[in-house]
């Protein structure tokens, strides 16, 4: 339940600048990509070793 009424409106008021983009890259992004890296790495791998494969056997 909601306390009072909620405002549409943006009531931020901090500014973004490319520091903070590239800091939440690195700490945030960064870990991410290695986290799906280790979980779609191997498929990744396993589907270019069988073009290699079937390249290979096509000559």
């Known amino acids: 339940m909601v306390p009072g009424r909620v405002s549409l409106q943006c009531g931020g008021g901090r500014e973004v600048t490319a520091l903070h983009r590239v800091a939440w890259l690195v700490f945030k992004g960064v870990p991410w990509?290695?986290?799906r890296g280790r979980d779609l790495g191997p498929v990744i791998?396993?589907?270019l070793v069988g073009e290699v494969r079937a390249g290979w056997a096509g000559r």
């Open 45 to 47: 791998v396993q589907a």
């Open 33 to 35: 990509l290695v986290r």
